[in-house]
């Protein structure tokens, strides 16, 4: 379940993608691995699944299994705002109104099959490829990227995506 809530003063620029195709960005993402919240205790299967709408927002729908892989389907939607002038790769998440958390896109491939996304005081972070499963080699590459931006790619958990 990916929300969050921060606040991106008093830490060190954190870099993001130059530009992000919101068409090619859209549709359903899985989480690899994450830094454990505890709005996320005990998901296994967790995804973020990003929809277009007609009005100002892409609707957010996040979901995973709770306590185990074949556990009861837990699910929160909301909605994500682009920051203006960002290239796409800045946007705010609302989950609960009023509240809004920084959802910043600093890792992305190509051909969008893989992202990592975090909060700017990096105390969030996420990575999601497009399937349940990502090669090691690229998972440690993304590893040796996250670390030289400043995170501390100990705190990273494995998510469970070995679903029913």
Known sequence: MIFMFSCSSNYPNLEVVKNV???RYL????????????FEKGCYC?????????????????????????GKLDRVEGKAFVVPNSGNAKLRVQFFWPFRGDYWIIDLADDYSYAVVAAPNRKYLWILPRTPKMDSELYNQILERIKQKGFDITRLK???QTCN
């Open 46 to 70: 967790t995804t973020a699944e990003y929809l277009k709408t007609d009005k100002d927002y892409i609707r957010v729908v996040n979901s995973c299994r709770k306590d185990s892989a074949s």
């Open 158 to 160: 494995k998510t469970n």
């Open 21 to 23: 195709d919101l068409d």
């Open 27 to 38: 549709g359903k993402w899985y989480e690899i691995a994450a830094f454990p919240q505890s």
